[in-house]
């Protein structure tokens, strides 16, 4: 089993603050994804990122994976309540295999 | 609305209970899967279906059973569960089995059913 760790587990900050969210494995993974997951929701892909230094901008969410395929980041700019939630990164090995993280919960306050 | 639904969305059943979970994709997907998401640890693998047959079992004790009638319904049976069962169990679809995690073969999860053992 790959172990993706998150950190931080647990990030509370105030409405337009920036944050950085990291995802980190001793594993190579073919593709990386990021889902959000609000409360009572299952969680809803945002990004798959493939390339080793690809950064891929969704509005205020910026991801990157690192050169080495092993980790990713995700940035967010001006954080609004709305992204409040559970962050998840997943990476894929292989054909048949996605190995989730440990998770980052997000509250931002108003 | 992410085109999987799942019930219901709260259980509580006893040690000795027989209960279901129902989960139904309207998503054309060939791919279904079980998941189990509980407090500290990484969203969990259970079960895996392509077209009705099971390809995946990763491990799951038998009071937990799948059942995959079609490619579009998935259930999990539960029988004499442990409290520390309890959990939220997402329901997946995906296009197909492989590449998991590939561009255009996104995963899609349900709302969740969350299970309280008592």
């Known amino acids: 089993t790959q172990l993706l760790e998150q950190s931080p587990q647990f990030l509370s900050i105030q409405e337009g603050e920036n944050l950085t969210v990291y995802c980190n494995s001793s594993?190579?993974?073919?593709?990386l994804q990021w889902y959000r997951q609000e409360p009572g929701e299952g969680p809803v892909l945002l990004v798959t990122?493939?390339?080793?230094?690809e950064v891929k901008k969704l509005k205020r969410l910026t991801f990157q994976f690192g050169d080495a395929r092993k980790d990713s980041s995700l940035h967010i700019t001006a954080a609004q309540p709305g992204d409040t939630g559970l962050y998840l990164c997943?990476?894929?090995?292989?054909?048949?295999?996605?190995?989730f993280g440990t998770g980052t919960r997000l509250t931002v306050i108003p | 609305e992410t085109g999987v639904t799942q019930t219901p969305r709260h259980l509580v059943m006893g040690m000795t209970n027989k209960k279901s979970l129902k989960c139904e994709q309207h998503l054309g997907h060939n791919a279904m899967y079980w998941y189990k998401q509980s407090a500290k640890k990484p969203l969990e693998l259970m079960f895996v279906y392509n077209f009705k047959e099971q390809t995946e079992n990763n491990s799951v004790p038998s009071r937990f059973s799948p059942e995959c009638p079609n490619s579009s319904h998935l259930f999990l049976h539960l029988h004499t569960l442990q409290p520390e069962d309890s959990a939220l169990y997402l329901c997946a679809s995906s296009l197909a089995v492989a590449p998991q995690g590939a561009p255009g073969n996104t995963i899609y999860f349900g709302e969740g059913s969350w299970l309280t053992v008592v």
């Open positions: 990122v493939v390339t080793g230094g």
């Open positions: 594993s190579v993974f073919s593709s």
């Open positions: 997943a990476g894929a090995t292989g054909a048949n295999n996605l190995f």
